[in-house]
Structure formats: structure tokens, C-alpha cells
């Protein structure tokens, strides 16, 4: 290897271990799965079949939220007498606009989940504990439905009995007898 190639080197290694890299910096206390239970007035799996994105005023700031349309497959606990329901997330694109709120519930269009919920003050149902109330449902080896931790989980503190530590990787019908159990 010449000089030159030698520098190139250098200077390549030198400028990777200066560039910036991408750091998960969002924290969340983990909750308990009683405490999920107990905080949530519907528990369903569910599917999102469509979303739209506007701004709300929440507080004194402006933000994006997403509404998103769920079709109820089954009603784990609570009033899910509707086939469907309507979930605001916060967070989502308006024309060239976008917010992304870390550690948020993110709801993909036809992918099955769990989804803990609750209504705030409004109303308006939302996800219970953020990301820790939403479970994607994806298929193992044999075709079961496993529970997975949302895509948008935070890097979580006290794990010690957390939901999504009880509940990640567990199949559909488990879930729901855990969940069911808890609830009791």
C-alpha cells in the first residue's frame, strides 16, 4: 500500500469515527402488566385498516396526531361491542410535515395487534402507556400469531414485571389467558 492509499485509509476510519451516529435516547419507566390491565378500559386484538393525519391543539402547543381505524377480531376485555373503533396516536405526516414522538404506539395498516386502551379526558380513545400498549401480532415458524414489542418501544428502566416483558413472544391464546388472569 503507497502513502496515498495509506492516507485515504486514515482519513476514511478517521472521518467513520467522527460521523454521527443514530442514539436511542428515549427512556420510559417499564409498567407493569397489572398496572396495564387495570389502566386500560377496552383490550382487543385488532387490525388497522386505515389513518389520517391532522393538527390538534394539545395543551398550548400545536402537534400532528394520527386517527387511526381499527376492526376489532376479538374483544379481549371491556366494551368492544363496535366492529370497529377509532385510536389517536400522537405523531404522523401532514403534507410535507412530519412529528415523530418517540416511545409512541405506532399502528401499521393491516398488520394484527394487541392494543391496550384507554379514552383521555375528551373521549378519544387512545393507546394505554404508549408503545407499551401495543403488540404487533406476526406469525412464528408454525403459522401461530406470537405477540412482538412495538417497533417505537423506549429503552425501558424497572423492568422487573413489565408487560412487555411478560408478554413479547408469547402466541395469541396465551396472551389473552395471561391477560384474562390478570384482569381477575
Known sequence: MNRRQTLGLM????????????????????VALGDLVRRSSR???ATPLEGSSRFEDIGD?????TYTRLRVEDAIFGDTGESEILVRTLGGHVGE?????????????????VVFLRANADGIE?????????????????????????????????NRGAAVAELANLRLPDARALILGVKR
Open 97 to 113: 410535515l412530519g412529528e415523530i414522538v418517540h416511545g409512541e404506539a405506532q399502528l401499521a395498516l393491516n398488520e394484527s395487534c
Open 11 to 30: 482519513g476514511t476510519l478517521l472521518a467513520g469515527s467522527l460521523a454521527p451516529r443514530l442514539a436511542r435516547a428515549t427512556t420510559a419507566r417499564a
Open 61 to 65: 402547543t400545536r402537534h400532528i396526531v
Open 43 to 45: 383490550i382487543a386484538h
Open 126 to 158: 387512545q393507546v394505554t402507556e404508549m408503545a407499551q400498549g401495543h403488540y404487533p401480532l406476526l406469525p412464528d415458524s408454525g403459522g401461530a400469531l406470537r405477540l412482538q414489542a412495538s417497533r417505537n418501544m423506549p429503552r425501558l428502566v424497572g
